[in-house]
């Protein structure tokens, strides 16, 4: 079980939130693979070896080969690691695509992590007194696709019991047409039950969601590292520099060891929670 996603919804997205721009914004190696490193921890505990498989299956070669790809397209840099057809290939190439393959790959763990811990109603939970209906559809927006994925899937299996001998392309032809059929259904009976519920017939907002004093402790924690992580940045105390040589132009060890506390956040209320019930388990 997750407990990180038990906290009030304003605290999951704006942690999510942080961590991205930060992944961003501190366009650093050591910071960047942190963020890559604590986002695949957070994956596995979500999704258990389903999330190794992803990292290994997707983010892994995406990272690779915007590194190679970088290097391959663009010659800046001094230290020569092969030359063809009058090209010279770049340690600086290289690196600098493995910098940004690992922002990339960052940022597509967290936002996994995101599609999982903030749900639609947890997210209208967030903007539903901001923005209701701006909330309402963008949250449909995003139950779209898997409910799209999902009666595809359904009526693929229900077609394959049939026995002819159609074509592919006729056969993936039904296939849509049934589904286009289905998702018109759906949308008028969401419609209808919307409508039947009393829905823009004046607003009432209510939440389940409560703020306790952890949600308080945790968003105080993770403004005041996000906001140390950006001072030091425009200090210019988090800087890497690229080329014409590889050189680590200034580093604060400080800004990297709360990066790694909120970077781990999530991971480390689990294991605190983890910890504990194993002691008090001893107890017994």
């Not at 704006?14 to 650093?28: D, E, K, P, Q």
């Not at 957070?42 to 983010?59: P, V």
């Not at 286009?180 to 209808?192: A, C, N, Q, Y």
């Not at 580093?251 to 060891?257: D, E, L, Q």
Request: charged letters at 20%.
């Amino acid at each position: 079980m997750d407990r990180f996603s038990k906290f009030n919804p304003k605290v999951t997205f704006l942690f999510f939130v942080f961590i991205i721009i930060l992944t961003l914004i501190l366009f650093h190696p050591l910071f960047l693979f942190v963020s890559l490193i604590s986002s695949l921890c957070y994956k596995i505990k979500l999704d258990g070896k389903k999330g190794i498989d992803y990292f290994f299956k997707f983010i892994l070669p995406l990272t690779l080969f915007v590194a190679v790809f970088n290097m391959l397209f663009t010659h800046y840099g001094v230290t020569v690691l092969f030359t063809a057809f009058d090209m010279s290939f770049t340690l600086e190439g290289l690196f600098y695509g493995l910098c940004q393959g690992m922002m990339f790959s960052a940022v597509i763990m967290w936002f996994s992590c995101y599609s999982e811990v903030v749900t639609s109603e947890r997210f209208l939970a967030v903007f539903g007194r901001l923005a209701p209906n701006l909330a309402l559809v963008f949250s449909m927006v995003l139950s779209f696709i898997p409910r799209l994925k999902k009666n595809f899937a359904e009526i693929n299996d229900a077609r394959m019991l049939l026995d002819n001998d159609e074509g592919r392309l006729k056969k993936a032809f039904k296939n849509f047409s049934a589904l286009l059929t289905m998702t018109l259904e759906e949308s008028i009976e969401v419609s209808d039950s919307m409508k039947a519920r009393g829905f823009g017939k004046g607003r009432v907002s209510y939440s389940k969601y409560r703020f306790l004093l952890k949600d308080g402790v945790c968003l105080f924690f993770m403004l005041a590292i996000s906001t140390a992580l950006c001072v030091m940045k425009a200090l210019g105390r988090i800087d890497f520099i690229f080329e014409p040589e590889i050189t680590m132009n200034s580093f604060s060890a400080f800004s990297f060891v709360i990066f790694i506390l909120i970077s781990f956040l999530p991971v480390m209320i689990d294991l605190t929670e983890d910890m504990r019930w194993f002691y008090l388990k001893q107890k017994i």
